[in-house]
């Protein structure tokens, strides 16, 4: 699942434009089944389950804004972001990818 642009970074040298994306193209799916888990629970143990499995801490957490909801969860180490492609009850987890040019 390739999540699209969130972030455009615009670099001018000599008057050449370059263009960056960073972008998270691989990660992991969480559901938790236990409805008695708050999202900020859910993220924890997603969270350490991912640097278990692969060895470093994930950096952005990609949500249904149903599940969302009005809550503003964000941690010093994961930027938690809505995300419609995300299933409801689901969290998508990984490390945002390198930045990439994008045009010369």
Known sequence: ??????????????????????????????????????????IAQA???????????PELCYVHPDTLGSHKVNTPEISVLPDQQVLPGHLWLGVRDIIVPLAA
Not at 34 to 42: A, E, G, T
Not at 47 to 57: P, R, S
């Open 1 to 42: 699942m390739a999540h699209s642009l969130h972030l455009m970074l615009v670099i001018t040298t000599k008057c050449e434009f370059v263009f960056l994306e960073e972008y998270m193209s691989t990660g992991m799916l969480w559901h938790d089944s236990n409805p008695n888990n708050d999202l900020f629970s859910q």
């Open 47 to 57: 969270a350490a389950y991912y640097q278990y499995k692969y060895g470093q801490y």
